[in-house]
C-alpha cells in the first residue's frame, strides 16, 4: 500500500502533502522533519515516498518519484546505501545505533547525491544518543536529510524538537478508511463498524481480511438479534460462538467496542438522528429502539462501557458477559411487563 503520487497523499494528509511538496518544488529542504501523528497515519510510508522524492532523478512535472529507477527501486527493496534507517534497539534508540549511522554515512562507498536518515519513534532517544544526533545535526552536511517518526511529539526530547520542522499528520477521516475498505471488495455491512473501530487504515484492512473478526462482527448482529426475539436467549447465542471471543483479549476488546457501537446506534435511533454505523441493520435498530426507553439504553451504554474498563484486568470473562447480557435482554424481554407496570 506504498504511495504512488502526492495527490493520493493528498487525500489522506492535505496540510502535511502540500508543505512536503512546496519544499521539494522550491529545493528549500529543511535539515531535519518531525512527523508526528497517531497510530496508523501512514507516517512511514509517507516519509519513504518522500525520501523517493529527494532522491529520484527523474520527477515528472507534478513532483512524483519515477517509482522505476535505480534510486526509487532501492529504497523500495530497502537497499539504498543513502537512506538509513534507525528503529530502537529495545525500549530505547542507543548511542551505538546514531554512532554507526554517523560511520555508515562517512564511507566513501556511499554514492553522491542526497542522504537521508529515516529515525522510527525518535522519541525513543535517550540523552546520550541525542546528544550524538545532535552534533551531526549542529553541522549539517549539504546534502543531509532526518526524518523522525513520532506518535507522541511532546515526549521528543527538546533540543531535538527544537531542531527539526514539525509535520503534524491529522488522524484519518472514517470516510476514507470505509471508502479503502470498500475498494478492496469488502461489503459496506462490515467497512462500516471496521471504520468506526479504528482510525489505523493498516489495521482496518487486516480486521477486514480476518475471518475471525468478520465472525464477531456476526455475533455482535446475531447477539443483538436475540434481544429483539422472544424465543431466543441472548446467553444461548452468545455461548454458541463466544468462545471465540473469550479465548484472546484482543477479540474480546474488538468484541465489545463493537457492541459499543450498536448500542450508541440504538440510542441515536431513538434520538431520531440518521447517524448510524450498523446502517445495513437499521431495521433491527428501530425495532430494538422501540423496545426500550432512552433511559434504559443510556444504562446498557454504561454498562457496556464499564465492562469495557474491567476487562482490561484478570476477571472471569463468561461470568461478566453471562451478568452483561441478562441485564440487556432483561432490558427488552421485561419491557412489555414494565409498561404495564411502572412500578
Ligand atoms: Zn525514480
Redesign the pocket.
Known amino acids: 500500500m506504498s504511495y504512488k503520487t502526492w495527490d493520493e497523499i493528498s487525500l489522506e494528509q492535505k496540510v502535511a502533502a502540500r508543505l512536503l511538496k512546496n519544499h521539494i518544488s522550491l529545493h528549500r529542504l529543511n535539515h531535519a522533519y518531525i512527523f508526528e501523528g497517531v497510530k496508523g497515519t501512514r507516517k512511514s510510508e509517507i516519509a519513504e515516498f518522500f525520501t523517493?522524492a529527494i532522491l529520484?532523478?527523474?520527477l515528472d512535472e507534478s513532483l512524483n518519484?519515477?517509482?522505476?529507477?535505480d534510486?526509487?527501486q532501492r529504497i523500495d527493496s530497502g537497499s539504498h546505501p543513502n537512506v538509513f534507517i534507525v528503529k530502537p534497539d529495545g525500549q530505547m534508540i542507543k548511542k551505538e545505533q546514531i554512532k554507526s549511522l554517523i560511520e555508515e554515512f562517512s564511507k566513501t562507498s556511499l554514492e553522491s547525491g542526497p542522504r537521508v536518515n529515516i529515525i522510527y519513534e525518535a522519541d525513543k532517544f535517550n540523552l546520550s544518543s541525542a546528544n550524538s544526533l545532535l552534533k551531526t545535526m549542529e553541522e549539517p552536511g549539504e546534502d543531509i536529510y532526518q526524518i523522525m517518526i513520532t506518535e507522541n511529539v511532546q515526549a521528543l526530547l527538546p533540543t531535538i524538537k527544537s531542531r527539526g520542522e514539525v509535520i503534524h499528520f491529522k488522524e484519518l477521516d472514517r470516510g476514507i478508511i470505509r471508502e479503502k475498505l470498500q475498494s478492496i471488495g469488502i461489503d459496506a455491512s462490515y467497512a462500516n463498524p471496521i471504520s468506526q473501530y479504528t482510525s489505523d487504515i493498516s489495521a482496518a484492512v487486516e480486521i477486514a481480511n480476518d475471518e475471525l473478526m468478520i465472525e464477531i462482527i456476526d455475533l455482535v448482529i446475531d447477539v443483538y438479534e436475540a434481544m429483539s426475539d422472544p424465543k431466543k436467549s441472548v446467553i444461548i447465542t452468545f455461548l454458541e460462538n463466544g468462545g471465540k471471543v473469550i479465548a484472546d483479549q484482543s477479540r474480546t476488546e474488538f468484541f465489545l467496542d463493537l457492541m459499543i457501537i450498536f448500542q450508541k446506534d440504538i440510542i441515536q435511533s431513538k434520538l431520531k438522528n440518521d447517524h448510524i454505523c450498523f446502517y445495513s441493520h437499521h431495521f433491527l435498530i428501530e425495532s430494538l429502539s422501540k423496545k426500550i426507553d432512552l433511559n434504559t439504553a443510556k444504562d446498557h451504554l454504561e454498562k457496556l462501557l464499564e465492562l469495557s474498563m474491567r476487562i482490561k484486568y484478570n476477571i472471569n470473562k463468561i461470568l461478566a458477559f453471562n451478568e452483561l447480557l441478562m441485564v440487556l435482554e432483561r432490558g427488552y424481554k421485561n419491557a412489555t411487563q414494565s409498561r404495564r407496570n411502572p412500578i
Do not use: L
Open positions: 523517493k529520484c532523478k527523474h518519484p519515477c517509482h522505476e529507477c534510486h526509487c
